[in-house]
């Protein structure tokens, strides 16, 4: 039998959870446009598709949020996510950054170039 879970478990399961519901309302913003698309596409006449048309338009928005979800996992992870911030920070080498448990600063050189004086 196990015991009551400590705080963190507790943070990082409701961390998770946020971040889940996130991942799931966008995917749902950004594809329901698409189903509406193809369902317009069956039952519009060819006239609606022509360029001016209602499903013209519809369409190209349609295809632009479903770009915008493939790419909007990252940023939703980066940042609401703390254990993906501080995997990613270690995984860039910013170590101090991660066990600070701080937002990782993405401005801060990997590798230091010394440039030689004339």
Do not use: E, H
Request: charged fraction near 10%; glycine fraction near 6%.
């Amino acid at each position: 039998m196990q015991g009551p879970k400590t705080s963190t478990t507790t943070s990082q399961d409701n961390n998770v959870t946020l971040v889940l519901v996130i991942v799931v309302l966008v995917f749902t913003v950004c594809q329901a446009p698409a189903l509406a698309t193809q369902l317009m596409w069956s039952l519009l006449s060819d006239v609606a598709r022509d360029c001016g048309g209602l499903q013209y338009y519809f369409g190209r928005i349609s295809n632009l949020l479903v770009v915008v979800n493939s790419a909007a996992n990252f940023p939703v992870y980066l940042f609401f996510n703390t254990r993906f911030r501080l995997v990613l920070g270690q995984m860039l080498g910013y170590a101090a950054a991660a066990a600070a448990d701080v937002t990782v600063r993405m401005c801060a050189p990997l590798v230091q170039l010394s440039v030689p004086r004339a």
